[in-house]
T-cell receptor, first 110, second 113 residues
Framework: QKEVEQNSGPLSVPEGAIASLNCTYS??????FFWYRQYSGKSPELIMS????GDKEDGRFTAQLNKASQYVSLLIRDSQPSDSATYLCAVKGGTDKLIFGTGTRLQVFP | EAGVVQSPRYKIIEKKQPVAFWCNPI?????LYWYLQNLGQGPELLIRYENEEAVDDSQLPKDRFSAERLKGVDSTLKIQPAELGDSAVYLC???????????FGPGTRLTVL
């Protein structure tokens, strides 16, 4: 079992829809969770961090964390073509190391 | 605030040649990371520095890779000799003492022929 798992996609959504990206992790002791956006040929860009159970909203982005289910998600409301990118889930576990998933490719079509 | 700076952005070398990458972290960030990212994969940690001390180098292939962070600011990652399988993007990241958030530089794309 991989430490951080994501569906590779692509996830295709129409412009204006809600995109839902999911991530599961194996280390039950993990305390810090991050979402990075990575455009093709570019480096990862931090868009959300979440540390406690529940929802955290920042503009069109909402991160959701459920530690009991070892599940973290990212919702993108009013998706735009410019949101088309790979979204990387990253989890900081007991080793104090940030473990990345392989990413989910999101495609937003007009 | 300036971001993480890396150079060069691209490097093409022949196998068995040496190569070095340079990173300047965000001002005031005491923690510096070197990652390797292969196509279709997430970044994988090579080494983490707290100030000038390497606190996690367990994933660094020490037979050919070396790194240093003199004076606790800039860092250099070296590969000698390079192998075909080293072709990847090498990313540098930094984080402040107060949070776990890591910020990445633009990366160096290495091609070994």
């Amino acid at each position: 079992q991989k430490e951080v798992e994501q569906n590779s996609g692509p996830l295709s959504v129409p412009e204006g829809a809600i995109a839902s990206l999911n991530c599961t992790y194996s280390d039950r002791g993990s305390q810090s969770f991050f979402w990075y956006r990575q455009y093709s040929g570019k480096s990862p860009e931090l868009i959300m961090s979440i540390y406690s159970n529940g929802d955290k909203e920042d503009g069109r982005f909402t991160a959701q964390l459920n530690k009991a289910s070892q599940y973290v998600s990212l919702l993108i409301r009013d998706s735009q073509p410019s949101d088309s990118a790979t979204y990387l889930c990253a989890v900081k576990g007991g080793t104090d190391k940030l473990i990345f998933g392989t990413g989910t490719r999101l495609q937003v079509f007009p | 605030e300036a971001g993480v700076v890396q150079s060069p952005r691209y490097k093409i070398i022949e196998k068995k040649q040496p190569v070095a990458f340079w990173c300047n972290p965000i001002s005031g960030h005491n923690t510096l990371y070197w990652y390797l990212q292969n196509l279709g994969q997430g970044p994988e940690l090579l080494i983490r520095y707290e100030n000038e001390e390497a606190v996690d180098d367990s994933q660094l292939p020490k037979d050919r890779f070396s790194a240093e962070r003199l004076k606790g600011v800039d860092s250099t990652l070296k590969i000698q000799p390079a192998e075909l399988g080293d072709s990847a993007v090498y990313l540098c990241a930094s984080s402040p003492r107060t949070t776990n958030e890591q910020f990445f530089g633009p990366g160096t794309r290495l091609t070994v022929l």
